[in-house]
DNA sequence: TACAGATATATCAGTAACGGATTGAGTCGT
DNA sequence: ACGACTCAATCCGTTACTGATATATCTGTA
């Protein structure tokens, strides 16, 4: 299996804001509209995660300015306000590459939090 | 052993900034001064997050405001210019609540990415 | 003891990201 | 045809981040 090396500019974005993270594994599996991008972001996370409109859209835009996220049309007779979105190929591979990362630091973080000292 | 509840002003805070995490990984295992804080972050993620001053003593007077790190004294005889920052018990709890999420998300993302649709 | 270079803290000014509130329009049940 | 909900979108203020820069101190070395 063929991986593009991932751009100055896209590496830029790593790691991921918790806005950026959440949005694109929402739409992982698939396309979604916003307001359901913003609903399975709250689910994802346990509710801990909760985005406000305005961080949406402003995220989806700039990630489909990176290429990382294309909109892309919806099954014919839907409700016709919404609007898809899903991962590009080099967000897909943004994106593992991110959860990689994460999985890197979850067991150097787990091994270090073992090591305690002192506190108060 | 005991468990503090985290108060609803840290749980604002969570999921955490690169920024955050990395600062207080960084201190996870025993006080560091800023210079060397900054230093960690780049080793602990393999130099893919870069902090610049600016970011880490804002940070850092950030997370001394919550609570979730102290100042503390450092050893005597060495350079007198450093200030060293460790976790308080609050801090550690939260750190530790964070990578427990991460470690969820990581499982969670990981199966979600297997299932795919198509891309372009 | 003077100098160079690395260490270390700190702030400034600007940008990027985020968040709450709100608007407005379309959908659905009744 | 009314009200409740869904959905996209933007306004505006705040928070977080960044690069550049300033200032001082420490360490080695010649």
Redesign the interface.
């Known amino acids: 299996m063929r991986v593009l090396p991932i751009p100055p500019e896209i ?1 830029r974005l ?5 806005a950026v993270f959440y949005t694109m ?1 929402a739409i ?4 979604l509209h916003g307001y359901a991008i913003m609903q399975q972001s709250a689910t ?3 509710g ?2 909760k985005m406000g409109p305005a961080t949406l859209y402003s995220t989806i835009q700039r990630l489909v300015d990176l290429g990382l996220v ?1 909109e892309t049309p919806g099954d014919v007779g839907e409700d016709a306000r919404r609007r898809y979105y ?4 080099m ?2 591979q943004v ?2 590459s991110e ?1 990689a ?6 067991k ?3 091994a ?2 073992v ?6």
């Open positions: 590496q790593l790691p991921m804001t918790p594994l992982s599996p698939g396309a994802l996370s346990s801990a995660f294309k899903e991962l590009t190929t967000g897909r994106l593992e959860v990362r994460m999985n890197e630091v979850v150097l973080a787990t270090r939090l090591q305690r000292t002192s506190a108060s």
